[in-house]
C-alpha cells in the first residue's frame, strides 16, 4: 500500500464498472484494510505487507489532531512490516519522525502527541530510505534496505524517497540530511546484497507517474512522470517497483520491470507474485493484481474499528463545532477554468484568509501553495446548510502552518512568480495570490520568462519592480518550499503566532458575522494565463 495518509475511514473512491463506467463508492479505511489483510495472509501465509511511503502526514483530523498515533497503531497491528520513507512523513522534521519510529512524548507538538494514548511505544515496522544520508555522520539516517525470506528465498526490499523532498517539506526540518538519487542509491545497496549472496530485489520507491489506463489493467504501457526514468535506470536484478507519491494507481512495465501503484488513503492494495527460479535463485516473473478495499464486500475487524472508535471519541468533540457558513455549498480547490490558469476557488479563499489574518503586520499581498490544500470546503456533498465545522477546516489545512510575513520587491515578487515551473511546467505547484493582486503568464513561453511584468497589479497600480511590498505565506514557502527560492531572501521576516488554520476559521466566522459569506464557486480571475 502506498499514501494511506492516516486515513482511518473509507473516503470516495470511484469504481470502474461492467459498462465502463466510473461510479462512486467509500473505499478504504482501515476496517476494510484489516478484513482483506487478513484474507490475503490466509490466502498466503508468505505474506509480506509493506509500504510505499506517506503512511502518515496531511491527514485528516480523526488520526492528525493525534499526531497519526491511531493509524500507526493500526499498522502495527496488522503487521505491515516496512516502508519506504515518504515526503510527509518528515513534515514535522527528522527529530519527529524518528520519534514516530522509535516512541517516546518529547514531540514538536507536544499538544497532540500521546493523548491517544499515554506513552507512545513507537512504529513496530521500520521506514526504509536508501537515499537519505545524515551530513555529519555520512550514514543513512534509516536502514536503507530490509531482508525478508519466503520459501527459503531472501527478497532484499531496498527503499528510496523522492530526491526532491528538501523542496516540498519544511527546509528547517531536513537540515543536516542529504537526499540522493533514488536509482543511484538504490543500485548502490543491490551491488553490496549481491556480494552478500542475494539474488532478489524490490525497489520502494516513494516517487511515482501516471497513467491514462486504469488502475485494474495489467501491464499498462502508457506510464509517465518522474518513476519512468528512475525504473529505467535501476539495476538490471531489480525487477519489481511499488511506487508512490502521485496518487494513482497502476500496474505498468517499463524496461520489463513491474512498476506499481495502490492509488491513495487506502482505496488499493496491490498484491505482487514473484516467480523464483529454484535452480538459479533469480527472479524470472511476477504478477500483480490492485485489489479495491470496499468496505461493504468485506467483513468487519473489530480490532480496527476499535482503534477507529477510539480516535473519534477524542477527536469529534472538536471536529463536530461548527465554524461558520459559507456562501456556496462547497469551495474546491481545483479550478475548472479554461484555460487552466492554476487559480482555484479554495485558493482565493485561503489567500484573503492570510491577507486578513496578518493585516495588522500591514500585507498587502498573500500567496500560498496548492500542496497545502488538502480538501476540499468541505469534504463531502451534499451541504444544504452551506456550514462548515472545525473538521471541514482541519482537512483542508492540516499542516498547522505559522503565516509569515516579509518584505520582498517588486523584482523579487515576479522571481518568485517564474519560480513556480521549477518542480513541473504544468500548473500543479501555481501559488494562489490574495484580492487585490493579479497577474498574466504565458504557458508557450521557457520557464523563468513566463511571467509578463506589466501585468503585475496591486489594486489597479502596477508592481514596481523597485518598490517594497509587504507580502505574507506560510512558513513552508517562506523557507523556499516548492522550490520558490526567493522567499528566503525577504527582509524585515515576521514568523507570526497565527497559523494557517486559525486564520482560515477566523477568516470565515469574520465574514458570516458580516454578512458576507465567504467563499466562490469558481476562481476570481487574479490568474490569467495566454496560450
Same mark, same amino acid.
Given at each position: 500500500m502506498n499514501d494511506l495518509h492516516g486515513n482511518l475511514l473509507p473516503t470516495p473512491f470511484y469504481a470502474p464498472q461492467p459498462d465502463g463506467s466510473r461510479k462512486m463508492i467509500p473505499a478504504g479505511g482501515i476496517d476494510a484494510l484489516g478484513a482483506m489483510v487478513r484474507q490475503e495472509r490466509a490466502r498466503n501465509p508468505h505474506l509480506i505487507f509493506v509500504g510505499g511511503g506517506d503512511l502518515i502526514g496531511a491527514s485528516p483530523l480523526t488520526s492528525g489532531l493525534l499526531r497519526d498515533e491511531p493509524t500507526i497503531d493500526a499498522l502495527n497491528q496488522l503487521g505491515l512490516e516496512f516502508s519506504a520513507l515518504g515526503n510527509h512523513e518528515l513534515d514535522r522534521g527528522r527529530d519527529e519522525l524518528l520519534r514516530m519510529q522509535n516512541g517516546g512524548c518529547q514531540s514538536n507538538e507536544a499538544q497532540r502527541a500521546c493523548k491517544y494514548q499515554p506513552g507512545y511505544s513507537g512504529a513496530k515496522f521500520r521506514w526504509i530510505a536508501a537515499n537519505v544520508i545524515d551530513t555529519v555522520t555520512r550514514q543513512p539516517l534509516l536502514p536503507p534496505y530490509v531482508i525478508r525470506e519466503a520459501h527459503g528465498v531472501p527478497i532484499a526490499f531496498i527503499g528510496a524517497v523522492l530526491k526532491s523532498t528538501p523542496l516540498i517539506v519544511e527546509p528547517d526540518g531536513v537540515a543536516g540530511l542529504r537526499f540522493e538519487d533514488e536509482a543511484e542509491?538504490?543500485?548502490?545497496?543491490? =551491488?553490496?546484497?549481491?556480494?552478500?549472496?542475494?539474488?532478489? !530485489?524490490?525497489?520502494?520507491?516513494? *516517487?511515482?507517474?501516471?497513467?491514462?489506463? #486504469?488502475?485494474?489493467?495489467?501491464?499498462?504501457?502508457?506510464?509517465?512522470?518522474? /518513476? &519512468?526514468?528512475?525504473?529505467? #535506470?535501476?539495476?538490471?536484478?531489480?525487477?519489481?517497483? /511499488? @511506487?508512490?507519491?502521485?496518487?494513482?494507481?497502476?500496474?505498468?512495465?517499463?524496461?520489463?520491470?513491474?512498476?506499481?501503484? =495502490?492509488?491513495?488513503?487506502?482505496?488499493?492494495? $496491490?498484491? /505482487?507474485?514473484?516467480?523464483?527460479? %529454484?535452480?538459479?535463485?533469480?527472479?524470472?516473473?511476477?504478477?500483480? &493484481?490492485?485489489?479495491?478495499?470496499?468496505? &461493504?464486500?468485506?467483513?468487519?475487524?473489530?480490532? +480496527?474499528?476499535?482503534?477507529?472508535?477510539?480516535?473519534?471519541?477524542?477527536?469529534?468533540?472538536?471536529?463536530?463545532?461548527?465554524?461558520?457558513?459559507?456562501?456556496?455549498? *462547497? &469551495?474546491?480547490?481545483?479550478?475548472?477554468?479554461?484555460?487552466?490558469?492554476?487559480?482555484?476557488?479554495?485558493?482565493?479563499?485561503?489567500?484573503?484568509?492570510?491577507?486578513?489574518?496578518?493585516?495588522?503586520?500591514?500585507?498587502?499581498? =498573500?500567496?500560498?501553495?496548492?500542496?497545502?490544500?488538502?480538501?476540499?470546503?468541505?469534504?463531502?456533498? %451534499?451541504?444544504?446548510?452551506?456550514?462548515?465545522?472545525?473538521?471541514? =477546516?482541519?482537512?483542508?489545512? %492540516?499542516?498547522?502552518?505559522?503565516?509569515?510575513?516579509?518584505?520582498? $520587491?517588486?523584482?523579487?515578487?515576479?522571481?518568485?512568480?517564474? *519560480?513556480?515551473?521549477?518542480?513541473?511546467?504544468?500548473?500543479?505547484?501555481?501559488?494562489?495570490?490574495? @484580492?487585490?493582486?493579479?497577474?498574466?503568464?504565458?504557458?508557450?513561453?521557457?520557464?523563468?520568462?513566463?511571467?509578463?511584468?506589466? @501585468?503585475?497589479?496591486?489594486?489597479?497600480? %502596477?508592481?514596481?519592480?523597485?518598490?517594497?511590498?509587504?507580502?505574507? +505565506?506560510?512558513? !513552508?514557502?517562506?523557507?523556499?518550499?516548492?522550490?520558490?527560492?526567493?522567499?528566503r531572501d525577504g527582509l524585515d521576516r515576521v514568523v507570526t503566532p497565527v497559523l494557517d488554520l486559525q486564520a482560515l476559521t477566523g477568516y470565515l466566522q469574520h465574514k458570516a458575522a458580516m454578512g458576507q459569506p465567504a467563499g466562490r464557486k469558481v476562481a476570481a480571475d487574479r490568474i490569467i494565463r495566454r496560450n
Open positions: 542509491a538504490i543500485n548502490r545497496t543491490v =551491488a553490496q546484497l549481491r556480494k552478500q549472496g542475494i539474488k532478489v !530485489f524490490v525497489a520502494l520507491i516513494h *516517487q511515482g507517474g501516471d497513467t491514462r489506463q #486504469r488502475f485494474d489493467v495489467s501491464d499498462c504501457d502508457t506510464l509517465t512522470g518522474e /518513476i &519512468v526514468g528512475i525504473a529505467k #535506470r535501476l539495476d538490471p536484478d531489480v525487477h519489481t517497483v /511499488i @511506487s508512490g507519491h502521485t496518487h494513482r494507481g497502476y500496474q505498468c512495465r517499463v524496461d520489463h520491470k513491474l512498476v506499481t501503484q =495502490a492509488e491513495d488513503y487506502g482505496h488499493l492494495l $496491490t498484491r /505482487i507474485t514473484l516467480t523464483i527460479d %529454484p535452480v538459479t535463485g533469480k527472479e524470472i516473473r511476477q504478477r500483480s &493484481v490492485n485489489l479495491v478495499l470496499d468496505p &461493504v464486500r468485506l467483513p468487519a475487524d473489530p480490532a +480496527m474499528q476499535a482503534i477507529v472508535a477510539r480516535a473519534e471519541a477524542l477527536t469529534d468533540p472538536a471536529a463536530r463545532q461548527t465554524v461558520a457558513k459559507l456562501a456556496v455549498e *462547497q &469551495v474546491v480547490r481545483a479550478g475548472k477554468m479554461h484555460p487552466d490558469t492554476g487559480e482555484a476557488p479554495l485558493g482565493d479563499l485561503v489567500a484573503d484568509a492570510y491577507l486578513s489574518a496578518t493585516k495588522i503586520y500591514g500585507t498587502q499581498i =498573500a500567496f500560498l501553495n496548492r500542496g497545502t490544500m488538502r480538501d476540499d470546503l468541505p469534504h463531502a456533498l %451534499p451541504n444544504p446548510q452551506q456550514t462548515v465545522n472545525f473538521g471541514d =477546516a482541519f482537512a483542508t489545512l %492540516p499542516f498547522n502552518n505559522n503565516l509569515v510575513v516579509m518584505t520582498l $520587491t517588486g523584482a523579487q515578487i515576479k522571481s518568485a512568480l517564474e *519560480q513556480q515551473w521549477v518542480l513541473t511546467a504544468s500548473t500543479a505547484h501555481v501559488m494562489q495570490v490574495s @484580492s487585490g493582486f493579479s497577474y498574466a503568464w504565458d504557458a508557450g513561453l521557457p520557464i523563468n520568462e513566463r511571467i509578463d511584468a506589466t @501585468s503585475m497589479m496591486l489594486h489597479g497600480h %502596477p508592481v514596481e519592480p523597485e518598490q517594497n511590498y509587504r507580502v505574507v +505565506m506560510n512558513d !513552508f514557502l517562506a523557507e523556499g518550499g516548492d522550490g520558490v527560492t526567493v522567499f
